[in-house]
């Protein structure tokens, strides 16, 4: 059974600073990329960044673009989301998932798309 774990979040003031960490942990697990969503209260699931796990490309929403910086650690099998000058309207919890099957372009960065996702994890912006 593959599980992802994320931790890293918290409360923070309007502009600082959040590191999250997805943990991945089964057996065999495949997959092509990794992403990052979050989802606010009453609002649906939105892409915020993604890696290809193989070659390390990396693909950010607009509204993250040089703030947010997406890595992984292959040998710890371990995603992260560096988040800087975070804004309160960027409360939310933040999910890692992941997409076993290539897929190029922002269309592919969907929630119906993804295999796996983790429990997430709670990130507070208070202004």
Known sequence: QVQLV???GGLVQTGGSLRLSCAASGPTFSRDSMLW????????HEFLSAIRWNNGNTYYAESVKGRFTISRDNAKNTLYLQMNSLKPEETAVY???????YCLGFGCYVRSRMD??????????SS
């Open 116 to 125: 796996y996702w983790g429990q997430g994890t709670q990130v507070t912006v």
């Open 6 to 8: 994320e931790s890293g």
């Open 37 to 44: 969503f979050r989802q606010a209260p009453g609002k649906d």
């Open 95 to 101: 999910y890692c998932a992941a997409d076993r099957d």
